[in-house]
């Protein structure tokens, strides 16, 4: 079935952020060529393989223990300790980049002995970062590369996901955000016979579309029927079947309302869809097109959305700079947009919630991780990027910036209202350290928790 409806690491300007990368860099010596070559002759020398895996064994040993000792730890990180703690962690990450192992493992070894997976959001986040230092210190043939970096399952993935979507606004704020647009585009139009076509290029098992489906019946009558047929593209046949299954049985529900589902793998073409004549097609990029792996394969998914000739077009995503670009940027940025997202689970879910640590660690924690050991020519890499650069992408492919409603706004600002329901911390009585940012002209609405923003949502039309 579908879900029912603390120590803040600053953001900090971009000179400051700058210095502190200018700092950190003006520590590495060796060229980018050199690196590799120290890198390749460790990994090719028996007695430095044997030295690392020694070392990522003593972290092994200090990682259980503070596995084992988290309840003991757990509360707030004293004043000024939490900084501390942030600090060790950049050194380490430059030890890292330079691959000075020994340098490395001994802060490693200091982390562990302070973070703490049910501390305050600082020791929690810090911990995690810790892991994905640990995992870029192995070559994933490693023994123990998979104690350190271990996948959760996807029915573990899954729960977290939903988790997240339950007592968090975050995934919520964007699907409203996105139906709103949709259903004010599909209204719009008086010769569509009442029919709707979106086609969902990310469609995560549907959780986007049970409020869609519940919208659009109160708009329709038993003599009035309106017509949904949503196309979605997923990762597998298990996938689709699952959300065709989870949509369907939903939609039953809601007598006055055709749906229809058709399913279509990752990769399959456009012209496989199904249209209808006269209909509103919506195409929804609901954190889509961060997983394409190269420039070029964005260009032509934007090229193949325009051809459908679509009345409105939903972009949806994460702000940051968190692509594959240095280590060091990429590894302060996503330090910055995590400790954001941990600081706001404090404002949703108690210390001792088991939710809350399924989420951080099978949800958050795997990104973490994964972020981190990407190589700078992995083209795997998911690209996060800021509202400008992807609107400078749109309008480049032939789209224009549509003003958000204003009933988009106040949905968004009643959400945050409604889910900021366990607040510990003393932000706004109403919705917690969460926010809303008109941006763009009222072209795009962002949720940010305090100062920093975490997602976009935009909304198009071609040009």
Known sequence: MFPTFCVYLPQMEDTDEEELLDLSLAIVTDSRVEKKRKRREAL?????YEGCEGLIFELLQMREQMLKLDQKRKGVVEDGKGLNLIHLLLVTATSVDENNLSAAGENLRELYQTVCLNGDSVQRVVAYFADGLAGKLLTRKSPFYDMIMKEPTPEEEFLAYTD???????????????????????EEEDNNNRALHVVDFDVSYGFQWPSLIQSLSEKATSGNRISLRITGFGRSLEELQETETRLISFSKAFRNLVFEFQGLLHGSKLTNLRKKKNETVAANLVFHLKTLTSILEISETLKSVHSLNPSIVILVEQEGSRSARSFLSRFMESLHYFAAMYDSLDDCLPLESPE??????????????????YDKDDTNCPRYEKMETWKGRMESHGFTGVKLSSKSIIQAKLLLKIRSHYCPHQFDRESGGFRVFERDDEKAISLGWQDRCLITASAWHCI
């Open 356 to 373: 809350r640590l399924s989420i951080e660690k099978n949800h958050l924690g795997k990104e973490i991780k994964n972020i981190l050991n």
């Open 44 to 48: 090719d020398s028996s007695s430095s």
């Open 164 to 186: 997240l979507y339950r007592v968090s606004p975050y995934y919520q704020f964007c699907h409203f955000t996105a139906n709103q647009a949709i259903i004010e585009a599909f």
